[in-house]
């Protein structure tokens, strides 16, 4: 009964990501039906009902940092983003105190309790997260507009690198370091 399967690529954690694609592969391999790379930060926006026509998504990067993304609506009304994720502290967001062009959403708003209340142009925290009517609506456009994806070919969204990843790097570069210091 599935026409398609569709793996959202984040930007996330880097095991949840993993596991979520591997999932979403096996059952589209299974079913063997197409796949379909959603942006995970793309959703929140689908969820707005009107106001401007440029959005800021934002998520939970962790570490005191948030995911953002910026997306602008074409003439067709469908949301484009046009600045690719990317990872900032929760402060930077205040650029867009002033901006009454832009509306900030997305999972990462929930965080102002611990980081801070933001200024400027915020939806309703029932926006926060996607609904299944936005889901369905890009699920639409992808179906309609987007050609095929191979499966394999899918891999997240990764903006930084694992945990594990950074912590080899530290020792690393601190091996590197004490050789240096230890050479006459």
């Known amino acids: 009964q599935l026409d398609a399967v569709a ?3 984040g930007p996330g954690s880097y095991t949840g990501l993993r596991v979520g694609m591997a999932v979403a592969k096996t059952i589209a ?3 063997n039906k197409p796949c379909l790379a959603i942006d995970s930060l793309l959703l929140p926006v689908l969820c707005l009902k009107e106001g401007p026509n ?3 998504s934002i998520a939970d990067a962790q570490r ?5 993304a910026i997306y602008d609506q074409n003439e067709a ?3 484009q983003r046009t600045q690719p994720p990317r990872i900032i502290p929760w402060k930077d967001l205040d ?3 002033s901006d009454t062009s832009t509306i900030i959403t997305g999972p ?3 965080l102002a309790a611990k980081l801070g209340r933001l200024s400027g142009k915020i939806t309703d925290e029932e926006f926060w997260q996607p609904d299944i009517k936005a889901m369905e609506t890009l699920l639409q456009y992808y ?3 987007c050609p095929e994806v191979d499966r394999y070919r899918i891999e997240p969204l990764y903006i930084r690198p694992s945990a594990a990843e950074e912590k080899r790097d530290a020792q690393s570069a601190a091996a590197v370091s004490s050789n240096r210091l230890s050479q006459p």
């Open 64 to 68: 005191g940092s948030i995911y953002e």
């Open 77 to 79: 009304g469908f949301w």
């Open 95 to 97: 650029r867009f105190a």
């Open 143 to 145: 179906l309609e507009t």
């Open 108 to 110: 990462g708003l929930s």
């Open 54 to 56: 440029r959005a800021v």
């Open 7 to 9: 793996i959202g690529i």
């Open 29 to 31: 391999e299974v079913a």
